[in-house]
């Protein structure tokens, strides 16, 4: 697509509940970036997938929350058991190859756990 | 680990006046590249300028330029000409040697337009 599009845009869930997140990226990118922007805040790094393959997964906080992208094209981003401090913006972006070209992001998902 | 301080939580400039905002990293790496990016009000993220470190030349786009002083590990933003739609939070981020997959943000710096 023309650009990076995520849904939902906004997700409410309880706590405990499962929650999938989707970002569909730039047709053609290789690299697709998952971060994570509390209110006031700069993004901060989840995971990266190069096509398919995902090359770096440090930066999730716990074994909560994982990332696919079977495809190499659209990707998803799930959080198990759902607590509140997982209530974020979730920004997911992507660059024709590494960080070094910048990255375009999506608009987001805002997630609240109530 | 890489580090990124903007060390100006807020800042505020005359509409037509100029303002630089400041940004330090802390790297450990020789080759990695810097960006500026802009979240206005929107909460969209729109990069607004990039530098390689190998470069010594400073970045510029339009009323937008970096003063990239490799040694003092700094890259600061200047807006000339500040309009109106220039006001948002405003970002530095690294990325470089192991790690080109992965940006590293500040913590941003609000700027303020007064018409």
């Known amino acids: 697509g023309a650009g990076v599009s995520q849904s939902p845009r906004y997700k409410v869930t309880k706590r405990g509940q499962d929650v999938a997140l989707r970002c569909d990226p730039i047709?053609?990118?290789?690299?697709l970036y998952w971060y994570r922007q509390a209110l006031g805040q700069g993004p901060e790094f989840l995971t990266y997938?190069?096509?398919?393959?995902?090359?770096?997964k440090s930066g999730l906080p716990n074994d909560r929350f994982s990332a696919e992208r079977p495809e190499g094209s659209i990707s998803t981003l799930t959080i198990q058991r759902t607590e509140q401090r997982d209530s974020a913006m979730y920004r997911c972006?992507?660059?024709?190859?590494?960080?070094?070209?910048?990255?375009?992001f999506g608009s987001g998902t805002r997630l609240t756990v109530v | 680990a890489q580090t990124v301080t903007q060390s100006q939580p807020e800042m505020s400039v005359q509409e037509a006046e100029t303002v630089t905002l400041s940004c330090t990293y802390d790297?450990?790496?020789?080759?990695?590249?810097l960006f500026w990016y802009k979240q206005p009000p929107s909460r969209q993220m729109i990069l607004v300028i990039r530098?390689?470190?190998?470069?010594?030349q400073n970045a510029t786009e339009n009323r937008f330029s970096v003063n990239f002083q490799k040694a003092a590990k700094s890259f600061s933003l200047k807006i000339s000409d500040s309009q109106l739609g220039d006001a948002a939070m405003y970002f530095c981020?690294?990325?470089?040697?192991?790690?080109?997959?992965?940006?590293?943000f500040g913590q941003g710096t609000i700027l303020t337009v007064h018409p």
């Open positions: 530098q390689e470190a190998y470069k010594q």
């Open positions: 972006a992507s660059s024709p190859g590494t960080a070094i070209y910048g990255y375009t």
């Open positions: 790297t450990s790496e020789s080759d990695y590249y």
């Open positions: 997938f190069n096509y398919e393959a995902q090359q770096d």
């Open positions: 047709s053609g990118h290789v690299s």
């Open positions: 981020a690294y990325a470089g040697g192991t790690s080109y997959g992965k940006l590293t």
